[in-house]
């Protein structure tokens, strides 16, 4: 029976560390966190995180000799007090640990130094672009003066400890009859990846893959209906724009007995792996069945740059067109070469480092020039400390070189905030959008266009259109302060869905910007619209709005008890909390309960949107 010991109250808003004892001499150490720990999109949720590591401990191997414990996903420098708490009570400083480093970046970085002073007989055990990135990022320090120069009077770091590279897949044995087997996974986001997999009990400690972001004790889903939510948000964020690359590692995972999935963040699986392997698969497959594509090519040293992408690649796909994440400090040219030639538009990111931009960055960059088709739009982003030349080189010589900008260069000092990232997402859907506007319009000059206008004439699609619905306009705020986030939309498809509790369903688009805001657990105002009085607020809302635009700007608004945006002009509004998603093809339905209502007209009635086809709102 697994059971759970804290290291301090999980309940607490404070960060924890809690015990899971899973079998004899094996122990998950689950840092939590209620609160949201960065601003990253795949945080976007807001429902806290968790971070699982494993822990094997000493004992005799099966010839009787002694064997070292070894420590599978250290978690990142965030949960480094609670972590370090438990982890000296679990293995002495003298001990000769071993540290399975399944995921580089500075953060993780950051709590092995730590790691590495306090157990001095510390080995790291790593992919070969793992051992790569530990060099490169060991002795780096964040830039704290205007030239980009490390602060003189910060404490001198401990030498990197001594490296075990796992150049291919390749098991060892462990203390009480435990065997890992470790199987190196790239991708561009994560170069450096490692799984790991205990073939005694069938657990695979699985890294970034299967991820969610919840603030979880338990140590398994109760069911798949629990986390689907979470994991399909990770996925988008995080490993649609790679698809491809997450395709070969479940392929390479089909082989393993596996009897529990236990990821870096959230709940194991347990019971449900395999649809959970196929959703990944499924899910792949909608990116793939597009078209068009958008090659985003970046390298970050602080994650900063990379998170800019992220939210630049969500936006991208929620318009159905393709992302290929590309990181150029480790894909070989000839696969560099190839997305350029092929992908509709070019999106390069860059950090500054030392007045400079990265090696890699340089070189791609003049594969670009070179072999870029120029009729195809780029775009330039990234974040810097102080200066941000690289971002100049970036975007001169594209300009010199007769590119055409997506839009403005997006240049973000030190680490881009929530609003910042939400104006990324928006500026990648508002790409996709004209990607996709560009291809109907060719389709029209040369023929092929008459799919469209055939579903208009269809009389199933005729008649679909006679279904009415009530205009309304759906108004949203999230978060507080600094994190606060907003968003509105007019919608028609609108349906009283239940009476007790009062209910109603919204269909929403995928590549609208609201989309985010509107998961389980999320509020939102639905303001009924009069008729004869619609017409104002359809303009105000149905007016296109640039990437991170406040749609609320120049208009007198009330709130609902739950603060929600109100439109005084309304003839009715409902404060409504979002408790389902059901994807429905290119739209999402919502189910809401309704919390909190009024009439402000109690003479007026509704204005309905009239449609003479079922192809088009």
């Keep these: 029976m697994v059971s759970t010991t804290p290291a301090a109250a999980a309940g607490n ?19 939590l966190s209620p609160r949201r720990l ?33 420590l599978v996903q250290p978690p ?16 002495p400083a003298e001990a000769a640990l071993k540290v399975i480093v399944g995921h580089v970046n500075p953060n993780r970085v950051a709590l092995l130094r730590r790691l590495a002073e306090g157990w001095p007989a510390l080995m790291l055990v790593a992919s070969n672009a793992g051992a790569r990135l530990l060099q490169d990022l060991w002795n780096q320090r964040r830039p704290s003066g205007p030239n980009g120069e490390a602060d003189g009077q910060a404490e001198a770091l401990p030498p990197l400890p001594p490296l075990d590279v796992v150049k291919q897949e390749g098991c060892r044995s462990l203390a009480h009859g435990f065997r890992l087997c470790l199987y190196p996974s790239p991708t561009p986001r ?13 657990l695979l400690m699985s890294g970034k893959f299967f991820a969610a972001h919840r603030c979880d004790p338990d140590w398994a889903e109760s069911n798949r209906s629990s986390t689907e939510e979470d994991r399909r948000y990770f996925y988008d964020c995080l490993m649609a724009p790679m698809a491809g690359q997450v395709e070969a590692v479940l392929n390479r995972l089909d082989a393993l007995p596996i009897r529990c999935i236990a990821p870096g963040h959230g709940p194991a699986i347990s019971e449900s792996w395999r649809s959970l392997l196929n959703d990944y698969r499924r899910w792949g497959e909608a990116q793939g069945r597009s078209r068009l594509s958008v090659a985003l090519l970046f390298a970050s040293a602080y994650g900063n740059t990379a998170a800019i992408a992220d939210a630049l690649a969500q936006g991208v ?58 009729s195809r739009p780029v775009g330039v982003f990234g974040s810097f400390g102080w200066s941000g030349e690289a971002l100049d080189l970036l975007e001169s010589k594209l300009r010199d070189g007769g590119f055409q900008f997506a839009f403005a260069p997006i240049k973000v000092k030190f680490s881009p905030d929530a609003a910042t990232l939400k104006t990324c997402e928006e500026t990648g859907t508002a790409l ?47 978060g507080r302060g600094e994190a606060t986030l907003s968003g509105a939309m007019v919608a028609s498809w609108v349906s009283q869905a239940s009476f007790n509790p009062p209910g109603l369903t919204v269909a929403v688009a995928k590549d609208r910007a609201v ?9 939102f105002a639905l303001n009924v619209l009069a008729a004869g009085r619609e017409s104002g607020p359809m303009k105000q809302f149905l007016q296109p709005f640039a990437p991170g635009a406040d749609r609320f700007a120049g208009l ?40 909190a209502g009024a009439l402000l007209d109690a003479g007026g009635t509704t204005a309905v949107h009239q449609r003479r086809s079922g192809a088009n709102y």
């Design 432 to 478: 996709g959008r004209s990607l996709l506007a560009e291809q109907r319009r060719q389709q029209r000059r040369t023929g092929g266009g008459g799919g469209l206008s055939e579903s208009r004439s269809n009389p199933a699609v005729q008649a679909l259109g006679r279904v009415v619905g009530s205009l309304c306009v759906l108004t949203t705020v999230k």
């Design 13 to 31: 808003a404070e960060r924890a560390v809690i015990r899971i004892p899973l079998e004899p001499g094996l122990i998950c150490l689950r840092g």
């Design 38 to 70: 960065r601003f990253e999109v795949e945080y976007g949720l807001e429902r806290g995180t968790s971070a699982n590591s494993f822990l094997f401990e000493a004992g005799s191997g099966a010839g009787g000799q002694s064997m070292p414990p070894v």
């Design 317 to 374: 796909a929620r318009t159905g067109v393709r992302v290929e994440s590309i990181n150029c400090e480790f894909t070989p040219p000839d696969k560099l070469l190839e997305a350029i030639r092929r992908c509709d538009a070019v999106l390069i990111g860059s950090p500054t480092l030392g007045g400079h931009a990265p090696t890699p960055i340089v070189s791609a960059l003049g594969t670009l020039l070179a072999e870029g088709d120029r």
């Design 515 to 523: 989309e985010a805001l509107l998961h389980v657990g999320d509020g």
């Design 76 to 91: 990142g420098d965030s949960f480094a007090e609670p972590f370090l708490e438990q982890l000296r009570a679990l293995v």
């Design 190 to 202: 994560w170069p450096g990846g490692l799984i790991a997999f205990e073939e005694s009990t069938g």
């Design 556 to 595: 007198e608004l009330e709130q609902s008890p739950g603060g929600q945006p109100v439109l005084p002009e309304a003839l009715a509004w409902l404060e409504c909390r979002v408790q389902q998603r059901m994807e429905c093809g290119d739209h999402w339905l919502l189910y809401a309960e309704a919390r």
